[in-house]
């Protein structure tokens, strides 16, 4: 819920999860068979991470919009809304 000011979210993700087992490979070279590094292919997820939340987030206020003006049609919605507006003016 806001009252017309900017929504803040709070957003937390578990840690990227790091294969301490290291799986058997095989070099592209030589084409013999060795035992991978232990290591992340993805040291930071925040940005990717930012890009969903931002998504989510936006995706929840457009269907809370809609269950507050929607209707069957672009025209019945923004009547809706515009009438909402008008309300508020005349209050």
Same mark, same amino acid.
């Given at each position: *819920?806001?009252?017309? *000011?900017?929504? =803040? &979210? !709070?957003?937390? *993700?578990?840690?990227?999860?790091?294969?301490?087992?290291?799986?058997?490979?095989? +070099? #592209? +070279?030589?084409?013999?068979?060795?035992?991978?590094? /232990?290591? !992340?292919?993805?040291?930071?997820?925040?940005?990717?991470?930012? /890009? /969903?939340?931002?998504? &989510? =987030?936006?995706? %929840? #206020?457009?269907?809370?919009?809609? +269950?507050?003006?929607?209707? +069957?049609?672009?025209?019945?919605?923004?009547?809706?809304?515009?009438?909402?507006?008008?309300?508020? %003016?005349?209050?």
């Amino acid at each position: *819920m806001t009252n017309g *000011m900017p929504v =803040v &979210v !709070r957003g937390v *993700m578990k840690p990227i999860p790091t294969l301490y087992k290291p799986l058997q490979s095989v +070099d #592209i +070279d030589t084409k013999e068979p060795f035992t991978a590094q /232990v290591e !992340r292919s993805d040291a930071c997820a925040v940005p990717a991470a930012c /890009v /969903v939340l931002e998504n &989510v =987030v936006a995706w %929840e #206020i457009a269907k809370a919009f809609l +269950d507050k003006f929607g209707g +069957d049609s672009l025209e019945e919605i923004k009547a809706n809304y515009e009438n909402y507006l008008s309300q508020l %003016e005349s209050y």
